[in-house]
């Protein structure tokens, strides 16, 4: 695992990334955040340890994050996210964990292009935007994490979004917030291990 800077698709930004064999995993923090979340909350250290290829984004939409220019464009957020997998594993088709804003791109880049799997936590803006209308052509597996006390996605929507999804399940997080994830870290890491497996065979 080592920490480098991507100068790709007209963004620097910085990365943490894991080479090993199989199918990599792009982490997409959420709008508060950057790619250390995911150190600080352990899934770097227990993914290093089970020899999965990882790849961890500061992404142009980032509040906090090291990237420069700064931009929320879906389009250029998601070109950037591609150019960096291309980067990091070649043609090899990813699982995406993304958080809020993350998720939208997650779910922006799965309608342009192969990823093997997805991990949603409360993604942000899921109906407000033409690729959804490609939702029902995802056939890979999705996990869907939302919490009891997010106050800024609705359960609903949550709902509603696994229904449109054929391979959904969504998976309800009691009294955690809309980072989830950060509220109940071991869970997380089982969810994701789960997808992952499902991933691999799908």
Known sequence: MSEKNLNLAGYKCRAIVNHAAGVPIVFLHGLSYTCEIWQRIGVTALLEEKHVPFLALDMPYGMKSECQPKTRDPEKNVAYAKEATENAFGKEAPVLVGASIGGHMALKYASEFAVKGLLLIAPARVFQSEFSQSYPKFNFPVRIIWGTEDNIISG???????????????????????SAYINQPDRFKRDLMELYADAEQS
């Open 156 to 178: 609903e929507e949550m709902r509603t979004l696994s229904e449109k999804l054929p391979k959904a399940k969504l998976v309800t997080y009691e009294a955690a917030s809309h």
